[in-house]
């Protein structure tokens, strides 16, 4: 099963990439370029892991189908990556991104956003000064349900090509999504309202 984890790294490599193709003069989408690192950095990892593991191909195979924590870990990394390559897409221009912080052990995507949607919110107002309050609400609020989309889609096809994709799995992966796009909009109307978005 292919998972996707942060890498303390990772968003030091987006820099660079950002500031290597500033200097050869490029422009243009940087998602497809980063999310071509994060796989080669999973298939790396995953290649390391196979060559030191003794275990053979199905017998991990077995333990991923049976164990939802790994399954629901995967899917959490998998869309906050996608949340936070939809937010550095969109910030090519800047030298910096905001970014969604990585789950930790036990924490749902729901947890990072409710705790971290302050945050991003204001570093992306700081970033887009252009924009008014409502315009940076509103822009940041289609990122995060566009890298939510693009996220779901993904871990759906990385657990159905790891063989543990069911009707089950497909119902609950939607039910997660309407939850996540629904924490977004409730988050993005309590700030708007000049509520707690906690």
């Given at each position: ?17 950002k500031?290597?193709?500033a200097?050869?003069g490029a ?8 999310s ?10 995953q ?15 077995e ?15 998998i869309v906050t990556?996608?949340i ?6 969109a ?28 945050s991003?919110?204001s ?14 609400l ?6 995060l ?10 871990a ?14 497909i ?11 629904s ?10 309202t000049?509520g707690?978005s906690?």
């Amino acid at each position: 099963m292919n998972t996707v984890t942060a890498s303390p790294n990772f968003g030091q490599q987006v820099h660079q990439l950002k500031a290597s193709r500033a200097e050869e003069g490029a422009t243009g989408p940087l998602g497809k370029e980063v999310s071509a690192m994060a796989h080669a950095r999973n298939a790396e990892r995953q290649a390391e892991k196979s060559a030191s593991e003794t275990v053979n191909t199905t017998d991990q195979v077995e333990l991923d189908i049976n164990d939802n924590t790994n399954t629901d870990t995967a899917v959490t990394a998998i869309v906050t990556h996608n949340i936070n390559e939809a937010l550095q897409s969109a910030d090519e221009a800047t030298d910096t991104s905001v970014s969604l912080r990585t789950a930790t052990e036990g924490e749902s995507l729901g947890d990072v956003l409710r705790t971290g949607f302050s945050s991003l919110l204001s570093g992306y107002q700081q970033q887009n000064p252009e924009k008014t309050a409502d315009e940076a609400l509103s822009s940041l609020t289609k990122l995060l349900q566009e890298g939510v989309d693009k996220g779901f889609t993904e871990a759906q096809d990385t657990l159905a090509s790891g063989g543990t994709l069911d009707e089950e799995t497909i119902s609950q992966l939607t039910a997660s999504k309407d939850e996540i796009h629904s924490l977004i909009n409730h988050l993005a109307t309590a700030v708007s309202t000049g509520g707690s978005s906690q």
